[in-house]
């Protein structure tokens, strides 16, 4: 019963983060299946990407239903990250759990600055509309797209997490995507590099505890939709913060657990 309890509030955090942020729920959706739940490092990230491509999706639909979605921008920067992250994936259980738990830790340090100290989302939510995709005159544009597209596919494959956290700012400052867009348009790009890492990664043994992921999955779902509403009472930027501080608590006590 215990357990069921966990499992349900964890996954209603991670779905109110993707939901109301567009980013951040498998950063906190790993380390809760591993310090909350008992899994290991290799099964909690496997079942994170599960988690997250359920609970994007249902945010990706509330947010396309108030036309919150770039769909040819989030493409091409979803697309470009479509092999590194099976090729990441498919790397990542060959590597020691202490390893992967590090990694991850301080990529959560990261995600948690960056929530906790956005880059000026005033001047970005004013910025005008840009077309889907950039146009021939902006090649070096669409090659950062590609670049960061290839990159957070990587990080996505590597550590199982949807790298909304990523997503979102590049969307912003290599896209001048509205916020309100960028968030929307970042679960886009959270579902396809996450389910390109877990095709690689389901080619591996690995014991998963459906009893556990089913409910978590199922709160996470239902926490998307509370998020969207939320996001729409509280600035994004008070959301970010207050996440941001309960995830770097969080990626300090997993670095120091590393280390230890």
Not at 15 to 29: E, F, H, I, N
Not at 46 to 69: E, F, K, M, N, P
Not at 111 to 131: D, G, K, L, N, T
Not at 142 to 168: C, I, M, Q, S, Y
């Amino acid at each position: 019963m215990i357990t069921l309890i966990l499992a349900l509030t964890a996954g209603a955090v991670v779905g109110l983060a993707l939901g109301g942020m567009g980013g951040g729920g498998s950063v906190l959706a790993v380390p809760a299946l591993i310090y909350l739940l008992g899994f290991t490092p290799a099964a909690a990230t496997t079942a994170a990407l599960l988690i997250v491509i359920a609970t994007s999706l249902t945010g990706l639909v509330a947010h396309a239903r108030d036309g919150h979605v770039r769909w040819r921008t989030g493409g091409l920067f979803a697309v470009a990250g479509i092999v590194p992250a099976a090729v990441a994936g498919a790397l990542s259980v060959r590597i020691p759990a202490g390893v992967l738990t590090a990694a991850f830790a301080v990529l959560a340090v990261v995600a948690a600055m960056r929530m906790i100290r956005p880059r000026a989302p005033a001047r970005c939510e004013a910025a005008s509309p840009v077309p889907n995709t950039p146009g021939p005159a902006d090649r070096t544009g669409a090659g950062r797209v590609v670049r960061a597209g290839a990159g957070l596919g990587a990080v996505t494959g590597f550590l199982g997490v949807g790298g909304g956290f990523l997503a979102v700012p590049a969307l912003v400052t290599v896209l001048a995507v509205p916020m309100t867009a960028a968030v929307g348009t970042s679960l886009l790009v959270i579902t396809v590099n996450s389910t390109a890492a877990l095709a690689t990664r389901l080619t591996t043994p690995t014991s998963l505890d459906w009893a556990v992921i089913a409910p978590f999955t199922a709160a996470a779902v239902l926490g998307a939709w509370d998020g969207k509403r939320l996001a729409t009472k509280v600035s994004t930027a008070a959301l970010q913060r207050i996440f941001g501080a309960a995830l770097l608590a969080v990626a300090l006590f997993m670095l120091v657990d590393a280390v230890a």
